[in-house]
């Protein structure tokens, strides 16, 4: 179970949420991992323009926040592989009509061809 960062310092869901997913990459992450589970140069390879180190720091949080499940194979080479926790999967769901909302609001209901999220 993930502990609070901010232990008392909510002052609604949003902001509890917003403490999870803040940050310009998570939600970026989160979307990539809800595709399919992914190894770490995968998924640097699907979030175009994010640090080897900010990744290695949001997967670390994601993990702590039990959002992503973090599975490491006793193999030579070393194999780790990403995925989304249950909690990931919903939290995934309830960033989708946020995603639709952009679409349609900002992006003028033109859909992406860059595979960003939805």
Known sequence: MATLRRPG???CGIDA????????????ILWALGEHPCRFGELRRLVPGVTEKVLASHLRELEDDAIVHREDY?????????????????????????????????????????????
């Open 17 to 28: 949420a917003m403490d999870v997913i803040g940050g310009k990459w998570k939600v970026l």
């Open 9 to 11: 310092a909510y002052v």
């Open 74 to 118: 006793n193999e030579v080479p070393p194999r780790v592989v990403y995925s989304l926790t249950p909690r990931g999967v919903s939290l995934n769901q309830a960033l989708a009509p946020l995603g639709a909302w952009g679409r349609e609001n900002v992006l003028g209901g033109v859909e992406s061809t860059h595979g960003a999220p939805a």
